[in-house]
């Protein structure tokens, strides 16, 4: 069974046409980020986080007014998975009237919904300074993540592969966080540490898919020494796309499984990962290799003029 | 010697291994299964005749995180600065000023408050002796001392915490110190959160209590023994224990009624077979640890509580006996108390460990306030050659014997076995001087209900991602798929087996780390079918294009999953709790895959090559 004959596709020769795509993808996330702004969880947020579930269907609206009757206002309430499910958010930790927030809340709810018995599913609560610890710590990570990683490709193969590697996971996450921000509202997508962790892993499998075909160019560099980078490229992503396929593809139905099939809490995970499986294979050609190519020629430019 | 014999060994040799690791697992689980259905007195039998089995495997086995099976996370802050702030004496407006200013730098860096105080005393020209110390000190004495005030303060705040909870009764609780100034306490099952708030964060009580005449209390002991023995109630293990008691001591027990077998002395004696008296230190009984729980309903019996004088309470030491126990067995001690206490531990001032100059044996010592000096020397003179518990949120941490009569609040506690012990009980005499203030600044709690959620969820995507793969592969590969499966489930075996070495916890987020171990493994396979597929292309032989394929796929391998490790150590890094899961798994399942998609599915190619000389069909 195959589902590639030996290909020849000449795909650095479009890659213009992409930087365009990847360039208008990101500053659509960029906009959507400017006027829906990030929708931080609790980890990052700190404050009071209560997940219930009511044993009959709950109307939003009457769960905010259950709420303000039992004195906490400003509450950010939204339907978690079913109609049964509900998360509420206060941006606090401390008291109301001399009562912590979290039980402020399940009185609340509990005096409103006197017919429509209700029972914790998770609770949290985060002072603020760990909320802002944790935000930096994230931030950091991420970073962290990505420069040791472009040093590990730098290093095993050249200076000009470290660049690309870092642009292009740069790309995955800024893609990433586009669709993220854009595809919020339509599920639970807010970034929370098991986003973060997404992030990361994202940064990790798409990596794993670049190396891959970093590591046929640098094979097939050794044996035809005189072919053209631009050819070498093609060469070797078309010897990898058979694997690239099956590889990405498995990863990505594995993935869809758990989306569909893993629960609310796994949702926003399972989702930034598929996005990272898609904009990781794209990247590695389109960014990664790109990019490498892009300096090679420049290089080649300068010493031609000289 | 065929070449793959040795290859075959280490396989078998790792399937072994991880089969010893993960039979716990597995064995916990079928014991769960068991005692489902059984209720009330029915599953308390089975509990108790399993006892030991249970809590072998309990703590073997791969243990689920707290968003799997519900439970509370709680971070604690012990609060430095309210600690300096204390400690300070003639507090006036610049130093109130230079406290706010420390409170709000605080807030932006992870420096010591102790540090970020000295300097602000120096920017100020302001020595430090003018608030701590004596005016004598220079600012690097003082700044010394407060940092070691400040550590014995996170110890201190530990010590009070893992106590309590030691107390509480929660089953495999996790206390960690995280960072300066932090500690994790992780409790699974539990939920009620206003009980776990008073648990950590309410202050802790020291209390001296007089330990009840010996005589009295053996008799106490007598008549619970005796209600026991009429009211029928022997379990089966009683006879057990009496048996490792007569093994370590005599062959038979002396009693009163002369010499029993083992088996004679658990039926009649079944309150003295758990809790074991002697002659040699009267007035204690000695509880094995196992037992501990045992004895703790035995206590809470109606009919057991009514033999107890109303002012009379047996409670626990602390930590176990050194005196008795051994590495394998743990003995507590059981102590008769009076229950109203002499003295509350508000009137202790400072307490200190050291070596006795003279004897050179570990020795505490203790200040007390002036009016506690009076009360204790009026105790003290009262009950000579009496012994005092010295009690931290309801447990024993010294029972020492009062010598004579103390005046002038200056108390010396001797006997310590060694200096651990001596800085232990310094810590638990400062908790009544200095409580350390801690804080509650995270607090996470998982129903038990979303857990079981999450299990069913986590199990259901895992089951449909294998299948979907697994066919997957034998479709597209042929025989060369079918083998990298059977990798994957070598693969998922190893990995399952090395969290259960760990003794790792499994989470959530970390299900869905087994479930991309499963991805990252096809990929492994993914990548040599295709170049034997290519090398085989050719024109070599079928054997050539397997050795070359692994060959050439190795670099690519190694290097694709290292760069993912990289990101697996600085998830591990840092995330908490369940990312912290995922990150393991990840790494793990790295390592792993590895092996499974590269060694052994190569051992199985060269099986079928040169032993059964059969045709690899790669698809």
Known sequence: MRFFKKTSIDFMSRRRVWYAVSSLVILAGFISLAVKGFDLG????????????????????????????????????????????????????????????????????????????????????????????????????????????????????????????????????????????????????????????????????????????????????????TMPLVDLMNKSINECLSRTFITNGSIFMVLLVILVFGGEVLRGFAFALTIGAVTGTYSTVYIASAIVLEMAQRTKAKTVMA | ???????????????????????????????????????????????????????????????????????????????????????????????????????????????????????????????????????????????????????????????????????????EPSIQKLGGSRVIVELPGVSKEAEVRQLLQGTALLEFKLLKDPEVAYRVMTEIDKILASSGVVDSTAADSAKTVAASDTSKIATPEGELSPEEFAKKHPFFTVARVSERVPGEAFVASDDKDKVRRILDREDVRRAIPNDMDFVWSAKPDQRFSSADKKYFVLYPLKKTAELTGGVVTNAKSTLDQGTGLPIVTMEMNSDGSREWARITGANINKRIAIVLDNAIFSAPVVRNKITGGHSQIEGMENLDEARLLEIVLKAGALPAPVEIIEQRSVGPSLGEDSIRSGILSSVIATLLTVLFMIFYYRTGGAVADVAVVFCMVFLLGVLAAFQATLTLPGIAGVILTLAVSVDANVLINERIREEHATGKTLRASIDAGYARAWTAIFDSNLTTFISGIILYQFGTGPVQGFALTLMIGIVTSMFAAVFITRVIFTIMSDRFSMNINFG
């Not at chain 1, 269907?57 to 769960?63: F, S």
């Not at chain 2, 005016?135 to 004495?141: A, F, G, I, W």
């Open chain 1, 42 to 225: 609790i980890d990052f947020l700190g404050g009071t986080e209560l997940i219930v579930e009511f044993s009959q269907p709950a109307p939003i609206g009457d769960v905010r007014t259950a709420l303000e009757r039992a004195g906490v206002t400003r509450a950010e309430i939204k339907a978690y998975g079913s109609d049964r499910n509900i998360l509420i958010r206060a941006a606090t930790v401390a008291t109301v009237e001399g009562v912590a927030v979290g039980d402020r809340l399940r009185e609340g709810l509990k005096a409103g919904f006197q017919d429509n018995p209700f029972h914790v599913l998770k609770e949290d609560k985060i002072g603020p300074k760990i909320g802002a610890e944790l935000r930096r710590d994230a931030i950091y990570a991420i970073i962290a993540s990505l420069v040791a990683i472009s040093l590990y490709v730098a290093v095993r193969f050249k200076f000009a592969y470290g660049v690309g590697a870092i642009v292009s996971l740069l790309h995955d996450v800024l893609v990433t966080l586009a669709f993220v921000s854009i595809c919020d509202g339509f599920l639970n997508l807010e970034i929370d540490q098991n986003m973060i962790a997404a992030f990361l892993t994202l940064v990790g499998t798409s990596i794993n898919d670049t190396v891959v075909i970093f590591d046929r160019i640098r094979e097939n560099q050794r044996i035809f020494k």
């Open chain 2, 1 to 171: 010697m065929r070449k793959y014999t040795s290859k075959l060994l280490i396989v078998i040799a790792s399937v072994a291994l991880a089969a010893y690791f993960l039979y716990p697992t597995y064995k916990d689980y079928s014991l769960h299964k068991d005692i489902a259905p059984l209720h009330g007195e029915d599953s308390l039998a089975f509990i108790t005749k399993h006892e030991k089995e249970i809590l072998e495997n309990r703590t073997k086995r791969i243990k689920l995180g707290l968003d799997l099976q519900g439970g509370m996370r709680v971070v604690l802050e012990v609060n430095i600065l309210k600690l300096i702030e204390d400690l300070a004496k003639n507090k006036d407006d610049a130093f109130v000023q230079i406290m706010k200013e420390v409170h709000e730098a605080t807030r932006t860096t992870d420096e010591s408050p102790v540090l970020l105080l000295r300097r602000k005393f120096e920017e100020r020209k302001i020595r430090m002796s003018r608030y701590y110390g004596s005016l004598r000190d220079d600012d690097d004495k003082i700044y010394a001392s407060l940092e070691d005030e400040a550590k014995k303060a996170i110890d201190r705040g530990m010590e009070i915490v893992r106590n309590r909870v030691d107390q509480y009764g929660v089953s």
